[in-house]
């Protein structure tokens, strides 16, 4: 396996080649790791993001995957890198983390298929899909301001070319505590199926970023906490939470919220009452809950989830 990374050297954001404890670049300059300001590794045209794919998240949810990948995008503004300070505006409170395994396209592709996948990956990086729920009612859907506000799209530290997905261990550990513990071998839909699948419709370039799911236990994350993702084989994906600077603005859109389910989701309870509680936002019946089978659950659905 080789891995790649960009940094920033001598001011300018320059590719470098890890050599153990060494990154160096093409003209043979070199900077210790331990010293290094790291950006995000790629620098992709869109990153897309399955909804539910892991087995243990799907079972914490008391729920049930559709018959097909659902997924929402991530705009590039979010991008940030290993050792990156991830914001939370001020005048929010539920940001959470969510460890995944990011997938990065190597050449252009379109209607492949996925045993032809692999061929047009460039390799994996860690990443953590951070989710600010504050937004959650009103973004119920599309997930746009959850998912895609600034810093929530950390990557790195560095792009891992040909390292196999299968039965590799994910962690999300907060201030040394472990939080998240898994494998690859509980996701539905694999690495390659999940880039067959995007590539049907959507022209998938060099360097474009699909994240592939994270297991149960996401929870809420505060300013101070350190935050580290590792994935064996990729390596580990640091970022610091601190409180943004600047207000989230009162004189236009729908404000932060704290609703149940605000609540609900970015604390990790009350999951027996997704289905039967009056969903809270607009978009809110893309996941179907275990309970729908149930004749107490007549005419509800759960709120849709990443």
């Known amino acids: 396996m080789a891995e790649t990374r960009r940094i920033l050297l001598d001011g300018y954001p320059t590719e470098v080649q890890r050599n153990g404890d060494t990154l160096i670049s093409g003209d ?3 900077v210790a790791i331990a010293d290094a300001v790291h950006l ?15 087995a243990s998240r799907v079972d914490e ?14 705009p590039i503004t979010a991008l ?17 983390y969510e460890g995944e395994i990011a997938i990065v396209i190597g050449k252009t592709c379109r ?19 951070y989710g600010l729920h504050d937004f959650r009612d009103t973004d119920a859907g599309s997930m746009l301001r959850v998912k895609g506000s600034d810093t929530l799209c950390p990557l790195g530290p560095g792009l891992v070319t040909d390292w ?23 996701m539905k839909w694999d690495m390659h199926y999940l880039v067959s699948d995007i590539a049907r419709t959507i022209t998938l370039v060099p360097g474009d970023v699909l994240l592939s799911g994270t297991p149960a236990n996401s929870r809420t994350v505060y300013p101070g906490d350190v935050v580290t993702v590792s994935v064996e084989g ?32 970015a604390q990790g309870g009350d ?14 019946k893309l996941y179907g809950s275990t309970l729908d089978d149930k004749p107490a659950a007549d005419a509800a659905t759960g709120d849709s989830e990443a």
């Not at 949810?61 to 991530?74: E, I, V």
């Not at 940030?80 to 959470?96: I, K």
């Not at 999951?271 to 607009?282: H, N, T």
Request: aromatic share 8%.
């Open 61 to 74: 949810f008391m729920t049930k995957l559709p018959a097909a990948p659902t997924y929402f995008h991530k």
């Open 271 to 284: 999951w027996e009452f997704r289905g039967i509680r009056k969903p809270m936002g607009l978009g809110a």
């Open 28 to 30: 043979g300059r070199s």
């Open 164 to 186: 196999d997905f299968r039965d590799k261990r994910i962690q999300t550990i907060v201030n040394g505590e472990v939080k998240q513990d898994a494998s690859t071998a509980e």
């Open 40 to 54: 995000a590794p790629v620098e992709p045209t869109k990153i897309i993001c399955v909804h539910l794919n892991y």
């Open 234 to 265: 990729l390596g580990e994906l640091t970022n610091t939470i601190v409180s943004g600077p600047t207000p989230i603005r009162t004189d236009v859109g729908a404000q932060p919220s704290d609703s149940e389910e605000v609540l609900s989701t």
């Open 111 to 129: 209607n492949i298929s996925p045993e032809e996948a692999g061929d047009y990956i460039a390799g994996y990086t860690v990443s953590n899909d």
């Open 80 to 96: 940030t890198g290993h050792q990156s300070n991830v914001v939370r505006p001020e005048g929010c409170e539920w940001l959470n």
